[in-house]
Structures are given as C-alpha cells and as structure tokens.
C-alpha cells in the first residue's frame, strides 16, 4: 500500500472515533449555555453512541450495494456538515439531534473502511493496514477529547465543533484524492439483497464470538478509564479535572504500538497475539493497584494499549468471518463493540461504590479473560499460523 494509501486509512481511523466523546470536556460549558443540569449534559455522548449502534447493522449494506468509498466520502462530508450545525445548536434538544446525526454517519465511515481494507489487502498487508487504521482510531479517540477542550479553554466551546470539521474536511480531502477506488469489491446484487444477509450472520459463531470480543474490549476501555478517572479523584491522589484529563494522553502510546500488531499477527497468528495483549491489560490492571500515580498511569497506557491492540486482531477477523458480506458483518461487530461500552460505563458501579477500584479491577480483569476464552473458542480453527501471502501492488 502507498504511502498516500496509508495516510488515507490513518486518518478514515481518526474520523471515526473524532466525533464520540469530543463533548466529554465541554460538558460544564454545554449545561451552563444551554441551561441544563451537568449530569444532563452526558446525554451528548450517549446520543452519539445511540446513533452508531442504530445505524452500525446497515452501514455496511449499504456499502456493499454503493461500494466502498463513494459511500465513505459522502459519510465524511455529512458528519461534516452536521458538526457544523452542533456549532450552531439553539437548544439543548438541538444539540441533541445533531450529536445522534453524527453517530448515524459513523459507521459509514468505521465499517465500510475495515471492509475496505479487507478486500484490497491480503496476508500481512491486511495486518498492518488494520492495525495503521486501529491506530488512527487511538489517535481519534485522544485528539477529539484534547482538541476540544483546548479550543474550548480559549475560544469557547462553539468554535470546538469547528475546529473538529476542520480535521473532518482535511480527512474529506485526502480520502478522495489519495485512497485508491475498490478493485476487488463485489457488489451485492440488491439493497434488499445485502440488507438482508444481515439475518444469515447470526449463524455465524466465529462471527457471534467476535462480536463478544469486541463487546469485551470496550467494557474494559471505557470501564477502566471512567472509574479510573474517579479512583485518581479520591486520595491519596487528589488530581484535579485538568489534570485526570490529561490522562487521556495515554492513548497516544497505543498510536505508536498498535501498527507493530499487524506485524506480530503476521508473526505469530492472530489468536496467540491477542491472548498476548490481554495479558498486557491484566498487567496493566494490576499496576493500577499499587498507590501511586505513576503506576496507575503507567498501568492505564499498557490496559489500554492492550485494548487497541486487540481490537486490531478483533476488527480484522470480523471482516474475514462475514465471508461476502463483509461490511455487515463488520457493522454487527460494531453494535457490539459499542454496547459492551454503554455496559462498562455502568456495570462497575455498584462495586466501586461498595468496594472501591480494587473491585472494578476484579471485574474488568474478568471481562478480559472471558474475552481471551471466547477467543481460544472461536477463532482456534486456521487461525493459530499466520498466512504470508505477497501484497497487492497501489498506484
């Protein structure tokens, strides 16, 4: 793949996780301009989240009728024009109908990409062209967060969706000029058709136990950072709101690491590295225990490093077990995906209400093994030795 190519996928990664939780800094300006209480506010996030999951299914049907990057491209300027108009929201409820707009155009851009890369890539360059686009995401998921508190802090929080539909217009462009148009897509023969071959996936147990998967790696990404956040609150350490925000950072070293995963796959298999890098957020997990600051960071970078990492062997192997349908198939997984975050954000509630971090951590080091279970089970036949095949050549 070119380095043009490379570029395109790196940053279709970052537009996709840009938008989700770009508000959660802004959530005190949003309730005091829009007359709204704080934990009020948080509906910003979940109206995004709402919309992904709604539309996640039939995204990538859509795609396998229209093709890959038509479909892209267009996704790409609508979330533009509806970040634009978050910018312009007159109301709470506004506000609302725009961030569920946003959410609706994502999986346009988050699915059909991995099918993407699926199809016009093989062998070791899927790898690590999956594992380039998970790191635009970890890169997404960081930049929209600091972005938006930054912009906010000086220009308030309205010019914060513009300085996002900037990153959005600039992915817009390079994305059509640079990604090369689909030559091994396959276009299903009806809307209908591919619609409907949304129904045979769930048949599908390798498919259904990835989907588990991917549920498991977001419980544990946004259960471990939101009561992490709490945890890092309390004493003995005492940080400030500024201060667990910068956290966030920790994300980028998962930027870094996670194209080095699409080449451990091609090493060593897809199964045998992500059972590696569960046990990389169990260690993590653990060094969260010891009190102190920079252990419990240290542990949130290699936890969540070991989350991106994962989902680079999960999302690739959702695209391969759809077989034809490959889009869809990647759409289911991403309904998951998010609905095993909707759950993490709330499940370690009780427990750290009555027991505290150490409680979370039992249950998302749980979480984490019955996710590296699931996967033994569902991914061991013709997955333990990775396949060399030579790489498609790109204008």
């Not at 209480?37 to 992904?52: D, F, H, K, N, R």
């Not at 996670?258 to 569960?278: A, D, E």
């Given at each position: 793949m070119s380095l043009r190519a490379e570029t395109a996928v790196f940053l279709l990664g970052l537009c996709a996780l840009l938008n989700i939780y770009s508000t959660q800094p802004l959530l005190p300006d949003l309730?005091?301009?829009?007359h709204v209480?704080?934990?009020?506010?948080?509906?910003?996030?979940?109206?995004?989240?709402?919309?992904?999951a709604v539309m996640a299914p039939f995204a990538g049907s859509v795609s396998d009728y229209l093709g890959r990057?038509?479909?892209?491209?267009?996704?790409?300027?609508?979330s533009l024009a509806a970040t634009l108009a978050c910018a312009v929201a007159w109301s709470f409820a506004a506000m609302l109908v725009c961030r569920f707009a946003q959410g609706l155009?994502?999986?346009?851009?988050?699915?059909?990409?991995?099918?993407?890369v699926a199809e016009e890539c093989t062998g070791p360059a899927a790898q690590g062209a999956n594992a380039l686009y998970v790191s635009g995401t970890a890169f997404g998921g960081f930049c929209g967060r600091f972005l938006s508190g930054a912009v906010t802090a000086h220009f308030g929080w309205r010019s914060s969706f513009?300085?996002?539909?900037?990153?959005?217009?600039?992915?817009l462009a390079v994305t059509a000029a640079w990604l090369p148009r689909e030559r091994r897509f396959q276009r299903s023969d009806s809307l209908l058709a591919s619609v409907q071959g949304i129904g045979r996936h769930f048949g599908n147990t390798r498919l259904l136990g990835t989907c588990f998967i991917g549920a498991s790696i977001l419980f544990l990404q946004v259960g471990s950072f939101t009561y992490a956040g709490m945890f890092l609150a309390d004493p003995p350490f005492g940080l400030s709101s500024f201060e667990i925000g910068a956290v966030f950072a920790v994300f980028l070293v998962a930027?870094?690491?996670?194209?080095?995963?699409?080449?451990?796959?091609?090493?060593?298999?897809?199964?045998?590295?992500?059972?590696?890098?569960?046990?990389v957020s169990l260690a993590g997990l653990g060094l969260t225990l010891i009190p102190s600051t920079p252990a419990v960071i240290v542990g949130l970078a290699a936890s969540s490093t070991g989350v991106f990492s994962g989902q680079a062997c999960a999302i690739g192997y959702a695209a391969e077990a759809g077989g034809p349908a490959k889009s869809s198939a990647v759409g289911l997984y991403l309904t998951s995906y998010y609905a095993g975050g909707s759950i993490g954000a709330v499940a370690p509630s009780p427990l750290y209400t009555a027991a505290g971090w150490s409680a979370c951590v039992g249950l998302l080091a749980a979480?984490?093994?019955a996710g590296a279970l699931v996967a033994l089970a569902a991914w061991s036949a013709g997955t333990g030795r990775p396949h060399r095949i030579e790489e498609p050549a790109y204008d």
């Open positions: 309730a005091r301009d829009l209480p704080v934990e009020q506010s948080t509906w910003t996030i979940t109206a995004t989240t709402l919309g992904v990057k038509r479909v892209m491209v267009t996704a790409i300027a609508a155009f994502i999986p346009f851009v988050f699915a059909v990409a991995v099918s993407y513009i300085g996002m539909a900037l990153v959005l217009l600039v992915t930027v870094v690491v996670t194209p080095l995963t699409g080449r451990l796959i091609s090493r060593i298999g897809r199964l045998r590295t992500f059972v590696l890098v569960s046990l979480v984490v093994g």
